[in-house]
């Protein structure tokens, strides 16, 4: 049985230089680009959502204040790969918008635009982040280190609520936004910075982790595998019919369910 793993990997920011860094490990990638791609995730031992536009605030029961959504397509693919993801346990690093994807797809919210809300700067390049003790940051990296983030939107943690089995782990000095979670139970991980891209050309850092978060989460296999084609009902939606608010406001309304015919996924 090859142990080595097969990656999953989304079209975003960063993708060149992800998938050179996954294919010096010897992993193999399998490219999401399309819906046609969707089904092959099945194969993968392994999900990476990788950086971009902003996810529409439909996603996550809101209507559009300050995000700037522009790739509803990518939006709809990663939230079905996000589903899936968390409903089986497959090993996922969520970049940047991939962690903010992680935690819509849980039932988090985000802030469109902490800048503004917050009346203070959007990150741009190298800001400081802070670990919490315990943390699969905090042991691959320090209690402190400098990072490269580039956004202006975050994880909401206003009540000091996330979905459930959610932590941050990592936060930005010195304003506090979310800069990593993690699940508590599942190999889901996701950092707001991008490992992908390092300050200086020595720092090797960001690449560790990368390689470290591969060589921690080989699986033997998956207790539970469901069908992908359970989550992949949603790529033949068109744009338009994408989703409506939520009534609850915890995602959206598909208008043809996603998991019709086989109840509701876990995802906790």
């Known amino acids: 049985m090859n142990d080595k793993p097969i990656v999953a990997l989304t ?4 993708f060149g230089e ?5 294919e010096r490990t010897g992993a193999k990638v399998i ?3 399309d ?5 092959r995730v099945a194969d993968a031992t392994h999900l990476l959502l990788p950086g971009g536009a902003d996810i529409h605030p439909l996603f996550y029961g809101q209507a559009v204040t300050y995000a700037q959504p522009s790739r509803v397509q990518r939006d709809i693919m990663e939230y079905g790969l996000a589903r899936y993801a968390i409903n089986c346990g497959m090993p996922t690093l969520g970049i940047c918008r991939g962690l903010q994807m992680l935690i819509v797809a849980a039932g988090g919210q985000l802030l ?5 809300i917050n009346n203070t700067a959007p990150h741009r390049c190298g800001h400081e982040i802070r670990t919490t003790r315990g943390s699969l940051l905090r042991n691959l990296l320090g209690r402190r280190i400098e990072v ?9 943690v206003s009540g000091k609520r996330l979905p459930r089995n959610w932590r941050a782990t990592a936060f930005s000095v010195p304003d506090d936004i979310v800069e990593a979670v993690e699940h508590l139970t599942k190999p889901l991980f996701g950092v707001q910075f991008h490992p992908e891209y390092v300050i200086k050309a020595s720092d090797a850092a960001g690449e560790a982790l990368i390689l470290n978060w591969l060589e921690r989460t080989i699986p033997k296999k998956f207790r539970f595998r469901p069908a992908w084609e359970r989550y992949s009902q949603f790529s033949a939606l068109t744009t338009p019919q ?7 406001g915890s995602g959206p309304v598909f208008s043809r369910r996603i998991d019709q015919g086989h109840g509701s ?3 906790e």
């Open 11 to 14: 079209v975003g920011s960063g």
């Open 18 to 22: 992800l998938k050179r860094i996954l």
């Open 31 to 33: 490219v999401i680009s």
């Open 35 to 39: 819906p046609d791609d969707l089904k």
């Open 112 to 116: 469109q635009d902490f800048a503004a």
């Open 148 to 156: 490269n983030s580039y956004h202006h939107q975050s994880v909401d």
């Open 242 to 248: 994408i989703c409506a608010p939520s009534p609850t």
């Open 265 to 267: 996924p876990n995802l």
